[in-house]
């Protein structure tokens, strides 16, 4: 089962990611606290982080550099205002999905969606045909 961390200082936002991205054979969980994603995160690597960014926070900038420095190719998505950057353990790259109208929203999460399902699919293709080194 693929796991996908999601983290969120806004309990509302938590949810609504946890509930959204909910699927068949893969297991959500989700926290507000930057300490408790780092244990998570050491005791058992999920295949995809999601940091919600789109309340000024101090604390999930912070633990979005750190994610980023102490786990340098864990996939990661990070929702900021007006756009998603995805990282996939290698590259990143930005969809933009600008505006605070619902229809925004809508167009926000439904690219998350789509990203997640890119990443988890990148990770199983990781697991299935592990890299072959040059002689």
Request: no cysteine.
């Amino acid at each position: 089962m693929r796991r996908v961390l999601v983290v969120s200082p806004h309990v509302p936002s938590r949810e609504l990611l946890r509930r959204i991205l909910e699927a068949p054979g893969l297991a959500v969980s989700a926290t507000g606290d930057t300490d408790d994603a780092f244990a998570a995160l050491a005791s058992r690597p999920p295949a995809l982080v999601v940091v919600d960014l789109r309340r000024p926070d101090e604390d999930h900038p912070l633990f979005l550099g750190l994610l980023r420095k102490r786990h340098p190719t864990q996939p990661v998505i990070a929702l900021v205002p007006g756009r998603l950057r995805i990282f996939d353990g290698q590259h990143e790259r930005v969809v933009e999905a600008h505006g605070d109208t619902a229809e925004a929203l809508h167009q926000l999460l439904g690219a998350l969606k789509q990203a997640v399902h890119d990443l988890l699919a990148q990770d199983l293709l990781r697991v299935l045909r592990p890299p072959v080194g040059r002689a």
